[in-house]
């Protein structure tokens, strides 16, 4: 009980206060140290899909020009595109051609919707989109389907991609996809 009655000294309050800042030092690099290691695994996760994603697409892009030599070997590489038709014909085809490369791809979706038109930035064209949902697919597949839309004749862009990971599952993604076509 003497020693609390007693009054600190100078001496006795800088130590605890340099004691006070060490405790919270070690506690901050304990907490820090656990965040690092998280989001570098996160960067590597994420860096190696950036990797699979481009030696999907420089595998292909090789393999054309190997297979195929001079102007032969660029048009291997350059998208098919089949001239607009009218609005209804191009639906229909375009959201066929689309629902066969997920079927393809192995994605299990809801029914694709045709999105309203809206007008395209090109005089005599109309912009016609249509929307593809899944919510259980693996990643694989969406580079499956994203690599195969090139293939398609109809095919003018990807207006909307949304994949999210399911947290529980890292492994089952769930896609939103809206592609687009012309039409006269």
Not at 85 to 104: G, M, P, S
Not at 106 to 130: A, D, F, H, Q
């Amino acid at each position: 009980m003497e020693i609390l009655s007693k009054k600190l000294s100078v001496k006795d309050v800088r130590t605890l206060k340099i004691g006070a800042a060490a405790v919270v030092c070690i506690i901050l690099s304990v907490i820090a140290t656990s965040w690092l290691e998280h989001w570098g695994k996160v960067r590597r996760r994420l860096s190696e899909r950036q990797a699979e994603l481009r030696s999907i697409v420089s595998l292909e892009t090789k393999q054309a020009l190997r297979q195929s030599s001079g102007q032969a070997g660029l048009l291997a590489t350059v998208p098919v595109f089949e001239m607009p038709q009218a609005e209804e014909k191009q639906k229909y085809l375009f959201r066929n051609k689309v629902a066969e490369q997920i079927k393809k791809a192995g994605i299990e979706t809801k029914p694709l919707e045709i999105l309203p038109n809206r007008k395209s930035g090109n005089v005599g064209y109309k912009l016609v989109c249509v929307k593809c949902s899944s919510e259980k697919c693996r990643f694989g597949q969406i580079l499956d389907l994203l690599a195969a839309l090139k293939e398609n004749p109809y095919l003018v862009g990807i207006e909307e991609l949304n994949i999210k990971c399911d947290p529980q599952k890292q492994e089952e993604f769930k896609l939103d996809i809206v592609v687009s076509t012309f039409a006269k």
